[in-house]
């Protein structure tokens, strides 16, 4: 496996190798299939709508649904706006969706295609509506295409009436409806109001009932996206993913907005929790010091199986700074965190987090690959990783566990109906890295060193 | 009404015009004509992919000696990693680089300013680190919008590093579908690999193509045909390598599995190296048996002859028993099969072998002659948005020319049923009553589910789950839903057992909730007792 990856480090400027990141598109679907009833829409060739219905659906082992405007040569040379208003008139003759969320790919932002002007002209039926974000796939990552996606709902939806409405704004971060469905538990538990956008919980993690629907249950409703205008402040969840749009509210709706880690293990939770507190004025409900109390006891029950333990994480910037977190909350060495997302600022809050837990001679990367992170390994190795499916190969080649956490989780199932936030997600998150850490030791001891009881 | 025009009905009139012609029941007596092969209407969710996934991701991303350096933004060659499970091994002499995703992350600079200085860098940086044979470059949308010339870099690549560099020019807008991708790298590795090696011509020599190893087929078909006594020159492209293509004009025949995909090349080198090529379908039983004696029976040598019913006899010996078992679970039920362009129509005799009836079918990319055979390619009008994919031409190489049968012999064989430059295409064996639908989508897909009930589904994994949610079996038959090998005798033993598996998993028993068919409230009326 991997064996033509030499240990030796060489200077490599330009070739990409075993990436940690994919386009904006993929983000942008993502978040359009968190809005109800929503039909995103990829303003490209048919090909990327295919590859993220692909992604998407590997994931998620549930149907992701979206069209394209099927640019051909010609489309390519003379512009695709004939192609998008007869991709409307389809979509909604057909499909029925009440907003068509459209992103653009690499090749309609190349020919410079002017959504803004297309989308103006375009016949959309009475009530029904369309949207648009700009996604060129040459900039920032599938990260990127997310937020501006969320971004792009509000420019076109949310207004500020001059009427409060007394809720609470939350982006959630590009988590997996397993952390929507606990982050909305926790909301509720706390008496917060709130508007989330986007909600992919009860659209990719829909029940299995013998009846398909385009369109299940879940999603952010469209009066609730309008309304974000009026909320009493925004939280967005997530830094390096949520502050764009929590931003761009504030600057289109005045609504004030703070942002936070993603609430992965249990100061990032604490701080979620406590912004809620201070929000709502409500007390914390015994339910939820239950939940953080039984995390405690299990992270002093284990922590001699976590001590010291070096471990590698890649994926999602936002979700390596809370992996992050709970690792050296757990006493472990996060040696290298690595994203593939462009930015200078994940490595600023990286080498915050090591010093504030006094840890040194660990190493944090944005814009990085696999295969960097691989040869690290070989020269400097660690017992644990910690990242999405296509550490596998990593895994193998080096024979170190892997903990599945973040995007793309393409090879498990169950893992995107169970969170990782908030304290449940820490007590699961423990599960997962004891018992690959205690599988571990089990395998590899000496007949002799097996312990019954651990 | 029939269903078919009952799922048309719902189309609007402009839609109705353009699907009818690609949505045909299949009646008796005359063959009938399907459009096929014409652009996807935009915001219908078509199942098709792009030129780019035609090309890198089907024909030359197998190739495992090949470092395929992917010129775009990172997209492209992420979703081409690791995902369409064609299988690899590398050896001691062969390298295998498709565990490794290569792209030129193309950023707003490159877009603005051209990517070729990036591209030449990239290419010096995977030869620094990984000394290929090979590289190939394939472009996605923006490069062939900002004009990089990827041909003149890899030329110049060429030179300077002593190694074989190739550009294909396989944006994602070209042609109609993965189709036109198909085309692009087969003249690419027609006109720059194929001939370009000096092995000695081995006896009985084959290459299998349009083979691209999914769940190990291509090696299962391999274990058969050696055991039989041929000599394997080179697979395309399943488990291929630029080391072994180089050589395929030494070959004696050529055996075609997916026509679709490769067929141009198995023209390509009759009319360069003179060598014949037959469409073998190494799927289902007795598609396993009639293509294994007409390769026999094109060499004609009495001993191969005797060895191929031998080996027949003896591979079906070891599934019989199972076949039996799992044919009587499928006996009855009927499927749809909905992939690719050649696909569909290899499944369908293993199918009936188990009892089960196709009475939905279409292929996603396919042409007029996967459905209809190759007689009607001189009928073919090829529109605006094919013209534009090359069609090369190629001549006589007269150093290596070679005939293994005189031309009379051929017309001999071809009497006497060997398929020689010979396909039928789907109607072949399609059932009457069939409905055919070609490049389906989303809509047809539902609407036909309601309308004909299929006991089991085949196509993709985009609609797999749309089909399972409406509470019928399905598989995947690109990917085998990671299972297989599928092909060859011990295949056709693995794909009943899944569908056996499929279609009776006891969560089927399962779905529906006991409180929505049985009373909820249980209580005695007051006073009985």
Request: with cysteine.
């Amino acid at each position: 496996m991997l064996e033509l990856t030499p240990k030796k480090l060489s200077d490599r400027s330009t070739l990409r190798i075993n990436p940690i990141k994919t386009c904006q598109p993929v983000g942008a679907m993502y978040a359009a299939l968190g809005v109800h009833q929503c039909m995103p829409h990829s303003h490209g060739s048919q090909g990327c709508c295919s590859f993220h219905r692909m992604f998407l659906t590997r994931h998620f082992k549930d149907p992701a649904i979206a069209s394209s405007s099927s640019f051909t040569e010609g489309a390519s040379v003379f512009g695709g706006g004939s192609n998008l208003k007869t991709a409307i008139k389809n979509i909604f003759d057909i499909y029925d969706p009440e907003i068509i969320a459209v992103h653009t790919t690499c090749l309609s932002e190349t020919i410079g295609d002017d959504l803004n002007g297309y989308i103006q002209d375009a016949k959309v039926p009475e009530g029904k509506l369309v949207v648009h974000t700009n996604t060129p796939s040459y900039v920032g990552s599938h990260i990127t295409g997310y937020y501006n996606m969320i971004a792009g709902f509000i420019k076109y939806l949310s207004e500020a009436t001059g009427e409060k409405n007394g809720k609470l704004a939350l982006f959630p971060g590009f988590v997996n409806p397993g952390d929507m469905r606990e982050m909305k538990r926790l909301m509720k538990l706390m008496g917060t109001e709130f508007i989330m956008l986007p909600d992919t919980s009860g659209v990719l993690d829909a029940p299995m009932t013998g009846n398909y629907t385009m369109y299940p249950k879940g999603g952010t409703s469209i009066p609730d996206i309008r309304d974000l205008g009026n909320c009493e402040l925004t939280l967005g969840l997530g830094e390096l993913t949520s502050e764009f749009p929590a931003d761009f509210l504030e600057k289109k709706c005045k609504v004030p907005y703070k942002t936070l880690p993603l609430p992965i293990g249990v100061e990032n939770t604490d701080a979620f929790i406590m912004a809620l507190n201070q929000f709502s004025k409500n007390e914390v409900p015994y339910e939820i010091e239950e939940e953080r109390g039984q995390l405690m006891d299990i992270l002093l029950d284990s922590h001699q199986y976590t001590n010291n333990k070096t471990v590698a994480i890649f994926g999602d910037p936002d979700t390596v700074l809370g992996m992050a977190q709970i690792a050296l909350e757990m006493g472990m060495i996060p040696k290298y965190m690595v994203t593939g997302t462009p930015g200078a600022a994940f490595e600023r809050k990286a080498n915050a987090l090591l010093e504030k837990f006094g840890v040194e001679g660990c190493t944090a990367k944005q814009s990085g690959d696999l295969f960097e992170l691989h040869q690290w390994i070989k020269n400097d190795p660690v017992d644990l990783l910690i990242g999405g499916t296509h550490g596998k190969q990593v895994a193998r080649a080096e024979d170190i566990p892997l903990v599945r956490v973040g995007f793309p989780v393409i090879d498990r199932y169950v893992h995107s109906y169970m969170p990782i936030v908030g304290y449940k997600g820490a007590i699961r998150l423990a599960e997962l890295i004891l018992n690959a850490l205690m599988d571990r030791q089990d395998r590899d001891c000496e007949d002799e060193d097996l312990e019954m009881v651990m | 009404m029939d269903s078919r025009d009952k799922v048309l009905d719902k189309y609007s009139s402009k839609i109705y015009k353009n699907r009818k012609e690609h949505v045909i029941e299949i009646e008796a007596g005359e063959p009938q004509v399907i459009a096929a092969d014409t652009r996807a209407i935009p915001g219908i969710m078509t199942n098709r992919g792009c030129c780019y996934a035609g090309c890198k991701g089907v024909v030359i991303g197998p190739l495992k000696d090949v470092v395929n350096i992917v010129h775009g933004p990172i997209g492209c060659a992420y979703y081409t990693w690791g995902t369409r499970r064609n299988k690899a091994k590398s050896d001691e002499s062969t390298k295998d680089f498709t565990q490794y995703s290569f792209s030129t992350d193309m950023q707003e600079t490159d877009i603005v300013f051209g990517g070729e200085k990036k591209l030449r860098q990239a290419i010096k940086e995977a030869v620094e680190i990984f000394n290929p044979e090979c590289i190939m470059i394939s472009s996605t949308c923006p490069v062939g919008l900002i004009g990089d010339d990827i041909h003149a870099v890899a030329a110049e690549a060429e030179k300077m590093y002593g190694i074989k560099v190739l550009a294909f020019s396989c944006e994602g807008y070209k042609g109609v579908s993965q189709s036109g991708g198909h085309h692009i790298a087969n003249n690419g590795l027609m006109k720059y690999i194929i001939g370009t090696g000096d092995a000695e011509p081995q006896k009985y020599s084959i290459n299998l193509l349009g083979e691209y190893n999914i769940g190990g087929d291509g090696w299962e078909v391999e274990r058969i045909l050696k055991r039989i006594g041929y000599n394997v020159v080179s697979v395309m492209t399943g488990d291929g390598s630029y080391a072994d293509l180089k050589n395929a004009h030494t070959a004696d025949l050529n055996l075609v599995q997916c026509h679709r995909s490769i067929n141009y090349i198995a023209e390509m080198m009759k009319t360069k190296y003179g060598m014949d090529w037959i469409k073998v379908n190494f799927i289902g039983l007795e598609s396993i048996k009639s293509s294994l004696m007409d390769i026999a029976t094109y060499f004609g040598d009495p001993a191969l002859l005797a060895r191929t019913e031998e080996v027949i006899a003896e591979e079906l010996d070891e599934i019989e028993e199972g076949m039996a078992y799992y044919k009587s679970k499928l006996d009855g039920k009927k499927a749809a099969v909905y992939v690719g362009g050649s696909r569909t129509h290899h499944y369908i005799n293993l199918l009936k072998y188990l009892g089960v009836d196709v009475i939905l079918a279409g292929y996603e990319f396919g042409h007029r002659d996967d459905y209809e055979g190759r007689d009607v390619i001189p009928s073919i009008k090829i529109d605006a948005d094919s013209k534009n994919i090359e069609s090369i031409t190629v001549t006589k190489d007269e150093a290596n020319y070679k005939t293994f049968h005189t031309p009379e012999k051929i017309e001999e064989l071809k009497a006497a049923g060997v398929p020689i430059e010979k396909y039928d295409g789907l109607w072949n064996d399609i059932a009457e009553g069939a409905i055919i639908t070609d490049d389906f989508n989303h809509f047809e897909t539902e609407e036909f589910l309601k309308e004909l009930k299929p006991d089991i589904f085949f196509s993709g994994i985009k609609d797999k789950f749309i089909v399972q949610k409406s509470g019928v079996p399905s598989r995947q038959l690109h990917s085998y839903d990671y299972s297989g090998p599928y092909a060859g005798f011990r295949g056709a033993l693995n794909f009943a057992k899944d569908i056996t598996m499929a279609t009776y998993t006891p969560v089927w028993n399962m779905v529906q909730a006991p409180w929505k068919s049985e009373p909820t409230l249980v209580g005695s009326l007051g006073g009985m007792e």
